[in-house]
């Protein structure tokens, strides 16, 4: 069966950090890209970033360029989302998605059908 495990989520003041894990079953991870996205309470659902399979190219968002580092660990079959100087407007629900592609395909929902189940990060003093 396949599956996405979120992990990591929290309260963080502002400046702060998290690694968010997304842990795979019933797949080999390192045969797909794979997204992370966030849904902020009020808003639609935005791609933050994605890795792809051979090579690790990676791809980020604007807003957390320069802030958040997307990694995969293959052996533990896991994808890690570190995020640094964190913003109250960084505050959503965070999920992981596999894409139907190796690479990253940009953030259509479509290109992705299967999702972790979320993790919260609240950014708040």
């Known amino acids: 069966q396949l599956q996405l495990v979120e992990s990591g989520g929290g309260l963080v003041q502002p400046g702060g950090s998290l690694r968010l894990s997304c842990a795979a079953s019933?797949?080999?991870?390192?045969?797909?890209?794979i997204g992370w996205f966030r849904q902020a309470p009020g808003k639609e659902r935005e791609g933050v970033s994605c890795?792809?399979?051979?090579?690790?190219?990676?791809d980020y968002a604007d807003s957390v360029k320069g802030r958040f580092t997307i990694s995969k660990d293959n052996n533990m079959n896991t994808v890690y989302l570190q995020m640094t100087s964190l913003k109250p407007e960084d505050t959503g629900i965070y999920y992981c998605?596999?894409?139907?592609?190796?690479?990253?395909?940009?953030?259509?929902?479509?290109?992705?059908?299967?999702w972790g189940q979320g993790t919260q990060v609240t950014v708040s003093s």
């Open positions: 019933g797949f080999t991870l390192n045969n797909y890209g």
């Open positions: 890795i792809r399979t051979q090579g690790g190219g990676t």
């Open positions: 998605a596999r894409s139907r592609h190796s690479y990253c395909s940009g953030y259509v929902e479509y290109d992705y059908p299967t």
